[in-house]
Every structure is written in structure tokens, then in C-alpha cells.
């Protein structure tokens, strides 16, 4: 069996093509290497993109499997008289029916890094203390290979246009 990749980050992006294109690169790089299995969430813009490249390499690579964990966002309630199920919002998300929806957020990060070989992710530290970066940080603490396509230097979206930005990270920035 091949290596397993988990894919999670930071809930918005600064710039979309970029880091798309950055993110296309290095999950192709993983691929490559003898990624066979990835284990992504849908909870943010990164997950979202990192999945949809994912796909998108599954038609070109054929023995590659997806596999996507989400946070389910409603829970049930009773059955209509139709016999059918109808779902309410929550305010408090249930895990286990004790953790609110970060702490749940924060159980399947940690679920999905023990099961992977190595972790993309999109992990800005400057931003504060966030449920990716705790993720990265616990992939590192566990020894798991970690690949965070932020770069600082290339997220500038003042005053520059995508063209600029895929110039710099492609061309200009230090490999």
C-alpha cells in the first residue's frame, strides 16, 4: 500500500490562483513519490481546493484513492409523519454529544494526521492559533512529513496582479 496524505488548512485564502497553483504542484510532487490514498476535509477554502485538485489528478492517475472526512454541520431530528427525517441547525455541534464544532474540528485533524504518511496543508502562523495550525504542529510533533504551501512573501494580493504572484513563486522566489 502507498503513502497517505492528509489535506488541511486555514479556512480562507489570501490568493486563490496562487496557492491553487501551488498546491496543484506539490500534490502532484507527493503523487509522484508514491502517494496512493488521500484524506481530506471540506471545512475550509484550502480543503476545497486541495480536494478538487485531487479529483482532478484521480482521472490522470488511476490508482489513486480520496477519501473525505466532514463535520456534519446539522444533526437529526425526529422522523416526520411522512416517516421522514428532517434536520435542525445547531448552534453547539455534538461530537461524542459533548464537544462543540472546534473541538470536533480539532478530533479530525488529529484523526486524520495518525493516519497519514505526510500532511499538506495551508497554515499561516502569523494568523494566530487556528485549527490548522494546531494540526501542522501536531503532524510535526509526530513526526509526519509536512508541506504548508503559504508562503508569506507570495500571498501579497495589494497592489499586484495573479500573473505577478504565479511569476514570483514560480520564477523569483528562493527554491
Excluded at 513519490?33 to 480536494?51: P, R, S, V, Y
Excluded at 435542525?88 to 488529529?110: A, I, M, Q, S, V
Excluded at 494568523?127 to 509526519?144: P, Q
Amino acid at each position: 500500500m502507498g503513502e497517505r496524505a492528509a489535506i488541511i488548512g486555514n479556512r480562507f485564502l489570501l490568493n486563490y490562483k496562487v496557492v491553487q497553483a501551488r498546491t496543484k504542484k506539490e500534490i502532484e510532487k507527493v503523487i509522484l513519490g508514491g502517494c496512493k490514498k488521500f484524506i481530506a476535509g471540506t471545512n475550509g477554502q484550502f480543503e476545497k481546493i486541495a480536494l478538487s485538485i485531487c479529483c482532478e489528478f484521480q482521472k490522470k492517475y488511476k490508482d489513486i484513492e480520496i477519501e473525505v472526512v466532514e463535520i456534519p454541520a446539522y444533526k437529526p431530528k425526529k422522523k416526520t409523519e411522512e416517516g421522514k427525517t428532517s434536520f435542525e441547525k445547531l448552534d453547539e455541534l455534538f461530537f461524542g454529544d459533548r464537544l462543540d464544532f472546534k473541538k470536533r474540528l480539532y478530533e479530525r485533524n488529529r484523526k486524520m494526521i495518525r493516519r497519514c504518511d505526510t500532511l499538506i496543508c495551508y497554515v499561516d502562523e502569523n494568523y494566530g492559533k487556528t485549527s490548522a495550525l494546531t494540526a501542522m504542529n501536531y503532524a510535526k510533533r509526530n513526526n509526519k512529513k509536512v508541506i504548508n504551501v503559504f508562503d508569506e512573501k507570495s500571498e501579497n494580493v495589494f497592489g499586484t496582479t495573479d500573473e505577478e504572484d504565479l511569476d514570483y513563486y514560480y520564477n523569483k522566489r528562493k527554491k
